[in-house]
């Protein structure tokens, strides 16, 4: 990535190099090489089932979890080298939050306790007015904050699937993480859910490195910078938005983007 990193961006880089990784005797992902750029917002595009989640998953070490999988080649997450043997997984996890297709709330915690929970969990004697600040900045940044401030302590399952969503991406930012994972945010949405979260995440990058999965060629060309095409577990093309849109370099992207498969 030969970019600059914009000015007063805090967010760090992303960078995978030479990835593999699958499942018993079955790869998934082959030699993925992809940088996620600070301040930036990367959108990983392709065919169901080509490794989109896997690819997120390895970033977070998720993927590990899984019976039979493995991994080869490294991640960085700014000078953090994710799969060192001296790397710390809760730490990682804390700095790469993730988000899902479906909002994950806890269904029985109020919205307050559904933000709170990452925090919680790392800060066991936090002070109750600096959880709280913590919170509601979460909550802001999220776009959320004025439609709960006056029930913070209600169900989180009162809140339409929209606001659910966006509970869960401030629940990840409350922690304060350097780079936020979404695998398909708004796939279980209506339109305007969708742009809330839209609008959202191209606020947030900055702050967060945004690295989304999307179905949906138009959200990648609407929100990201960058766009990575991802076939069979490879990596065909990488490239900033508007170029790998309009003036694709290989023939199975311009078919993919024109629709003619997947
Ligand atoms: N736990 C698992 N065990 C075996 N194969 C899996 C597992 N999870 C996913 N896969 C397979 O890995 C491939 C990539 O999956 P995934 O990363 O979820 O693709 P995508 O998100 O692009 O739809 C798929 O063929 C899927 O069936
Ligand atoms: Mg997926």
């Known amino acids: 990535m030969t970019e600059r990193t914009p000015a007063g961006v805090t967010a760090p880089p992303v960078r995978l190099s030479n990835?593999?990784?699958?499942?018993?005797?079955?790869?998934?992902?082959?030699q993925v090489?992809?940088?996620?750029?600070?301040?930036?917002?990367?959108?990983?595009?392709?065919?169901?089932?080509?490794?989109?989640?896997?690819v997120l998953r390895c970033i977070n070490r998720l993927h590990e979890l899984d019976e039979g999988a493995f991994v080869s080649?490294?991640?960085?997450?700014?000078?953090?080298?994710?799969?060192?043997?001296?790397?710390?997984?809760?730490a990682l996890r804390r700095r790469v939050?993730?988000?899902?297709?479906?909002?994950?709330?806890?269904?029985?915690?109020?919205v307050f306790?559904?933000?709170?929970?990452?925090?919680?969990?790392?800060?066991?004697?936090?002070?109750?007015?600096?959880?709280?600040?913590?919170?509601?900045?979460?909550?802001?940044?999220?776009?959320?904050?004025?439609?709960?401030?006056?029930?913070?302590?209600?169900?989180?399952?009162?809140?339409?699937?929209?606001?659910?969503q966006r509970l869960c991406i401030a629940r990840a930012l409350a922690v304060q993480p350097d780079v936020l994972?979404?695998?398909?945010?708004?796939?279980?949405?209506?339109?305007?859910?969708?742009?809330?979260?839209?609008?959202l995440l191209y606020d947030l990058r900055d702050t967060v490195t945004v690295i989304?999965?999307?179905h949906n060629m138009q959200q990648a060309a609407r929100i990201s910078d960058v766009t990575a095409f991802l076939l069979n577990g490879r990596i065909v093309e990488s490239a900033p938005t508007r170029q790998l849109f309009t003036t694709p370099s290989d023939a199975r992207t311009e078919a993919y983007i024109t629709g003619r498969f997947g």
Request: hydrophobic residues 40%; aromatic residues 4%.
């Open 181 to 199: 994972l979404l695998d398909e945010p708004t796939a279980s949405l209506d339109p305007m859910g969708t742009q809330r979260i839209e609008e």
């Open 73 to 90: 080649g490294d991640v960085s997450v700014g000078a953090l080298p994710v799969y060192s043997s001296t790397t710390d997984v809760i």
């Open 113 to 164: 306790d559904n933000v709170a929970a990452g925090v919680r969990a790392h800060r066991r004697f936090i002070a109750a007015s600096e959880l709280e600040g913590l919170v509601e900045d979460a909550l802001q940044r999220a776009g959320l904050w004025r439609e709960v401030v006056d029930r913070l302590f209600g169900t989180a399952m009162a809140l339409s699937g929209g606001q659910q």
């Open 97 to 110: 939050g993730m988000v899902f297709q479906r909002p994950t709330p806890f269904v029985t915690a109020s």
């Open 212 to 214: 989304m999965v999307t």
């Open 33 to 54: 090489n992809l940088d996620g750029p600070p301040g930036r917002v990367l959108a990983i595009v392709g065919p169901s089932g080509c490794g989109k989640s896997t």
């Open 19 to 30: 990835l593999s990784a699958g499942f018993a005797d079955r790869g998934v992902l082959r």
